[in-house]
């Protein structure tokens, strides 16, 4: 089974169903992984798309629950809650969209058997940014109004931040320049950026431009051509030193070549040794 899902003007295309033994912190692709997910969306496609339709790859890991079979595709996708000794409890397997009923799982397991326990909420439990959705969900117009931010970007703030887009608006209304577009990577504003540190608890580089934004996925230049800007923005707020600042954009060059190289590599074993020619940045600071 493929998923291509739409994603604002590109797609996500995936995934690979094979097992990793390598580094667990890096996982990398492979160019054997990229042509069999080219290969098989091109099997539906009137158009074929190839290699220089790529804009970014990204890999990551799922736990599985071991069962009979060695095959990756036949272990189980599910995940199990054990109270192995009294007052220890354990989650196995699961998936990052199932999170929340894993951690509603896992507590009721916790306080199974305690008096005056409620019943869980989390089914009712907003998430961040949803709080107040229906309150601005049509609202940009009105939001957009005295923020010198273009209606339209704060349409696509709002499928970013939810509710939350009024604090990234009032970062720029302190601060005009802070609702500029990013050096290459338009779609997002400077103001995102100090967002994602004051916020988000972004601590580097890569933190912005890989997971508090999609920058490194929605790029040709996979963030190296929006690293300095994005750096200096950073370093006004979290009181970096020049030579702090010139070091997370050197890792962040460093980690795309790696993860560039490592796609170019034919199997797990030469893409996982390519990407950890990059050191973590988190490992020096």
């Known amino acids: 089974m493929l998923f291509v899902i739409p994603w604002g003007e590109r797609w996500i295309v995936g995934t690979t169903d094979t097992p990793w033994r390598l580094d667990r912190d890096h996982p990398a692709a492979s160019s054997a992984d990229i042509d069999y997910i080219l290969g098989q969306v091109n099997r539906v496609l009137v158009r074929p798309v190839g290699t220089d339709d790529i804009l970014g790859v990204y890999a990551g890991l799922r736990p599985l629950l071991a069962g009979e079979s060695d095959e990756t595709s036949r272990l189980s996708r599910e995940h199990a809650v054990l109270t192995p000794v009294p007052g220890l409890v354990l989650v196995a397997g699961g998936k990052y969209t199932t999170y929340r009923v894993m951690a509603e799982d896992a507590v009721d397991a916790a306080v199974a058997g305690l008096p005056g326990v409620p019943a869980s909420r989390t089914a ?109 923005l950073m370093a006004a707020a979290l009181g970096w030193d020049e030579e702090r600042t010139a070091r997370e954009v050197a890792h962040y060059g460093a980690r795309v070549e790696a993860e560039r190289e490592s796609q170019r590599m034919p199997d797990d074993h030469t893409a996982d040794a390519a990407r950890l020619g990059a050191p973590d940045v988190r490992a020096g600071v």
């Open 124 to 232: 009712r439990l907003p998430l961040v940014g949803a709080h107040h959705w229906q309150e601005v969900r049509d609202g940009a117009a009105g939001l957009a109004a005295g923020s010198g931010v273009p209606e339209e970007t704060v349409a696509r703030l709002l499928r970013r931040h939810g509710d939350r887009t009024r604090d990234v608006l009032d970062l720029v209304r302190e601060d005009p320049a802070l609702g500029r577009p990013l050096e290459g990577a338009p779609g997002y504003l400077a103001a995102e950026v100090l967002h994602a540190v004051l916020a988000e608890g972004a601590l580097h580089l890569d933190d912005v431009l890989t997971r508090r934004t999609r920058v490194s996925i929605e790029t040709a230049h996979r963030g190296v051509e929006s690293a300095p800007e994005v750096a200096r």
